[in-house]
T-cell receptor, first 114, second 111 residues
């Protein structure tokens, strides 16, 4: 069974640009969550999508947005990039049922802002 | 506010030297406590889920336990390949599906 796939693996952008990251969840998983990981802040929750609807949202500015498609694939968009947005962005998927099911992570997209 | 604190931040062990990692948490209505392992350049890899105090889970050299305030990850006779960062996360609250992660414990096992 294929795991969570994130593309691209690496991305370099400049301040002010925008970026879109992609995530394909494990087959059959309908919940997709996004996290930002930095050395200083650790893993921080961005948002969760389930059946194309944002079900939960972390404490990030509106420049961070996402969406989920009918096949459960998800995209995350960051507009007006800032230097502080440099991080590893991780996507995780879980089954549709009880919310206390484990999340399975992809290997992330490493975003560097110049 | 929900909080997860892991200790120690870093741990160096000799191969075969058993030890424990700690995860202390405060959350209203715990629905699950999760342990993950993360290798450099990789995403976290799921290890265990614990749901209620007194529960224990084992996998190879790892054993996770849970009380009402903390969880321990016991590593028995570790090998160099056990070197990684171990992350603890909790899921709780009443309308909240997100997981709150601790900062992790960086484990190094020397041969």
């Amino acid at each position: 069974k294929a795991g969570v796939t994130q593309t691209p693996r690496y991305l370099i952008k400049t301040r002010g640009q925008q970026v879109t990251l992609s995530c394909s969840p494990i087959s059959g998983h309908r919940s997709v969550s996004w996290y930002q990981q930095t050395p200083g802040q650790g893993l921080q929750f961005l948002f969760e999508y389930f059946s194309e609807t944002q079900r939960n949202k972390g404490n990030f500015p509106g420049r961070f947005s996402g969406r989920q498609f009918s096949n459960s694939r998800s995209e995350m968009n960051v507009s007006t990039l800032e230097l502080g947005d440099s991080a590893l962005y991780l996507c995780a998927s879980s089954t549709a049922g009880a919310s206390n099911q484990p999340q399975h992570f992809g290997d992330g997209t490493r975003l560097s802002i110049l | 506010e929900d909080q997860v604190t892991q200790s120690p931040e870093a741990l160096r062990l000799q191969e075969g030297e058993s030890s424990s990692l700690n995860c202390s948490y405060t959350v209203s209505g715990l629905r699950g406590l999760f342990w993950y392992r993360q290798d450099p350049g990789k995403g976290p890899e799921f290890l265990f889920t614990l749901y209620s105090a007194g529960e224990e889970k084992e996998k190879e050299r790892l054993k996770a336990t849970l009380t009402k305030k903390e969880s321990f990850l016991h590593i028995t006779a570790p090998k160099p390949e056990d070197s990684a960062t171990y992350l603890c996360a909790v899921q709780g609250g009443y309308n909240n599906n997100d997981m709150r992660f601790g900062a992790g414990t960086r484990l190094t096992v020397k041969p």
